[in-house]
């Protein structure tokens, strides 16, 4: 993949739409997740006329906090997994990434600074104050191989204007598995972190 990655969120729409552009411009996927779903289905398209899948990531269960993400080819292969770590994740967020045929997490995410998350969050529903806070505050989020081992992607919200932006850098080695893995594991992420504030 071509580094960095820039992930672009409506901040204005009504069900969330994610973009996903290289460091060419050029689009590398496209999220629309639909509303009201008992359990989770998001699907993964290539660009935003949604002709093309890519991927599809399923929740193994109903609502919980618990639950585990399966990303499916279009052809139902496995391509890996990403899981929260239920209570751990109420004050950091903590997620653990399962690489294609592991049974054991391969990465785990996790919250750079969660001081910066939970500020951001407050001053960002501040009236007038908040559409500012894109611009004060920026939460980053870092996918290390196993726990507490070398980081391999960043990924840190970006100054932006009427919409959410964020940067998926590499800090080192993953194979293709692995890096597609990951950023299906930060897509989802993102859409779960979106909902807890």
Not at 35 to 56: C, G, H, I, P, W
Not at 67 to 89: C, D, E, H, I, M
Request: aromatic share 12%; with cysteine; net charge positive.
């Amino acid at each position: 993949m071509n580094y960095p990655l820039t992930f672009r969120f409506k901040l204005l729409a009504l069900s969330p739409q994610i973009y996903v552009t290289d460091a060419s411009g050029n689009t590398l996927c496209y999220v629309k997740q639909k509303l009201f779903r008992l359990r989770e289905k998001v699907e993964v398209f290539t660009n935003d006329t949604m002709q093309t899948l890519l991927a599809t990531i399923e929740a193994d269960r109903i609502i919980d906090w618990s639950a585990r993400y399966t990303f499916k080819s279009p052809t139902g292969q496995v391509l890996g997994a990403v899981g929260r770590r239920g209570l751990k994740s109420l004050w950091k967020a903590h997620y653990d990434v399962f690489a294609p045929g592991a049974q054991t997490p391969t990465f785990a995410i996790q919250e750079a600074n969660p001081f910066v998350k939970l500020l951001d969050g407050i001053v960002s529903g501040i009236p007038l104050v908040g559409m500012f806070s894109g611009y004060m505050l920026h939460p980053s989020y870092i996918a290390s191989r196993g726990e507490g081992g070398s980081p391999t992607l960043r990924l840190t919200k970006q100054p932006a204007f009427f919409e959410g932006r964020f940067a998926l850098t590499q800090d080192g080695p993953a194979d293709d598995g692995e890096q597609l893995a990951l950023l299906l594991a930060f897509l989802m992420m993102n859409l779960l972190e979106r909902q807890r504030g």
